[in-house]
């Protein structure tokens, strides 16, 4: 897989995960608003960079990784008032994230 395709399907699941969090009857977990923008700024910027910019794929995947590691680190490690989501959920975003950081690194 190219790092083109791979920050193209990232970016439209970080889109789908925003998207699924803004409809609370799927109660996959709750997070506050800004949590559910970022989210979906970060996948549109995602799906737009590998869309546009060739030159761009690498640092947008390392980055892209890098935030959604974080994000599923502090998901498991912090008990954040308006957060709650589920364990294998935390543990998805952390391997995908730093899939995506360390295949978007690589040369």
């Known amino acids: 897989m190219s790092k083109k395709t791979l920050l193209l399907v990232v970016g439209i699941l970080v889109i789908a995960m925003g998207v699924m969090a803004l409809i609370p009857s799927l109660q996959m977990g709750t997070e506050p608003i800004w949590h559910t923008i970022?989210?979906?700024?970060?996948?549109?910027?995602?799906?737009?960079?590998?869309?546009?910019?060739?030159?761009?794929?690498?640092?947008?995947?390392?980055?892209?990784?890098?935030?959604?590691?974080?994000?599923?680190?502090?998901g498991l490690l912090l008990n954040v008032?308006?957060?709650?989501?589920?364990?294998?959920?935390?543990?998805?975003?952390?391997?995908?994230?730093a899939a995506t950081a360390l295949i978007g690194g690589r040369k």
């Not at 996948?43 to 910019?53: C, E, S």
């Not at 761009?56 to 892209?64: E, F, L, R, Y």
């Not at 008032?81 to 994230?97: L, Q, Y």
């Open 81 to 97: 008032e308006g957060f709650s989501s589920p364990t294998w959920h935390s543990i998805a975003v952390i391997v995908v994230g």
């Open 38 to 74: 970022a989210k979906l700024v970060l996948g549109v910027a995602a799906v737009y960079i590998a869309l546009t910019n060739e030159g761009a794929v690498s640092t947008m995947s390392v980055i892209v990784g890098v935030v959604l590691a974080v994000m599923g680190v502090l």
